[in-house]
């Protein structure tokens, strides 16, 4: 069954430490996607990558940075030079990044930094 | 910059109510439309969407949405909603010919019906 994993569903951290969150796809889809997710702010991009090895910014990449080195697998990186990493996660993914190709998204996940 | 607003925060209705869910973009171009739904516990998916054509936009579950271009507005409606209705729905909206990367969400409106 097709779909797309981020991994783990809950990750906490100690404020100052960089933390990867996992998205892997199965749907042979080329572009990929970061959204952040807080209460009553509806969803924000971060990051965004078209085609293995490329990636541009997204609306919020300050404190972030992700890498595209195989088409499956898209990981985001917090850094400690974000200001607010509290908050929910997703990965979408599309096959092609035209609006006709819709967004398929992962299930999230929560990032709780302390 | 493109904006997109959902008016209501949290709706509360009774089965069989009829839902109408307001959703305003801020864009003088022509666009495209989507309205994403999340139910508790799943991910977000598409509900349905609005390229050009008939204005009036049928998608799964007895949902529609009507374009409005004179109002700016993308309307998600429903006649009679059901308990399963209950979740989290998001408006959002990129201009035409963009792309993914350009999708812009508003904050989203919860609904939750009472059985």
Request: charged share 15%; proline share 4%.
């Amino acid at each position: 069954d097709g779909g797309i994993t981020q991994s783990p569903k809950y990750l906490f951290r100690k404020e100052g430490q960089n933390v990867t969150l996992s998205c892997e796809q199965n749907l042979n889809h080329d572009a990929m996607y970061w959204y952040r997710q807080d209460p009553g702010q509806g969803l924000r991009l971060i990051y965004y990558s078209q085609i293995v090895n490329d990636f541009q910014k997204g609306d919020i990449a300050e404190g972030y940075s992700v890498s595209r080195e195989k088409k499956e697998s898209f990981p985001l990186t917090v850094t400690s030079a974000q200001k607010n990493p509290t908050a929910f996660y997703l990965c979408a993914s599309s096959k092609m990044t035209g609006m006709e190709s819709p967004l398929h998204f992962g299930n999230g996940t929560r990032l709780t930094v302390t | 910059a493109q904006s997109v607003s959902q008016h209501n925060h949290h709706v509360i209705l009774s089965e069989a109510a009829s839902l109408e869910l307001g959703c305003n973009y801020s864009y003088g171009g022509t666009v495209n439309l989507f309205w994403y739904v999340q139910y508790p516990g799943q991910h977000l998916q598409l509900l349905l969407k609005y390229f050009s054509g008939d204005p009036l936009v049928k998608g799964i579950k007895g949902f529609e949405a009507e374009f409005i271009k004179s109002k700016f507005s993308f309307n998600l409606r429903k006649p009679s909603v059901q308990w399963s209705d209950t979740a989290e729905y998001f408006c959002a909206v990129s201009h035409y010919g963009g792309s993914q990367g350009n999708l812009i969400f508003g904050k989203g409106t919860k609904l939750s019906v009472k059985p």
